[in-house]
């Protein structure tokens, strides 16, 4: 199950050098565990989220590897301390390989 959903991130476009600023993002995903069976019999396959990656300016700050009993549609806050102005990159990796990224810009003044 490839990730098709947008995600959802909130990220301060601006803040002071120093300044500790909360991200939070979601992305809608079914999370399936590959726990259940269909309806003859045989196993659905795990299709999750396994990886969450966040960097600033190309460098990776924060990561967290989701297993099977991460929810649905996971939610991921964290705290940031802004020293200079840049880009955050998010990227969610799926089981099946694919990936989805979303971008924010922040200004330090």
Known sequence: MAIKSKPRIKV???AKA???IEIKTLISHEME???RKDSTGKPIPRA???KFTASFNGKTFFEADWFTSVSANPYQ???YKASESGEFTF???DDDGSEQTATAKLTVA
């Open 12 to 14: 301060p476009s601006e």
């Open 18 to 20: 120093g300044e500790i």
């Open 33 to 35: 565990t590959g726990q």
């Open 48 to 50: 999750i989220i396994n």
């Open 77 to 79: 806050a964290f705290f």
């Open 91 to 93: 990227t969610w990796k």
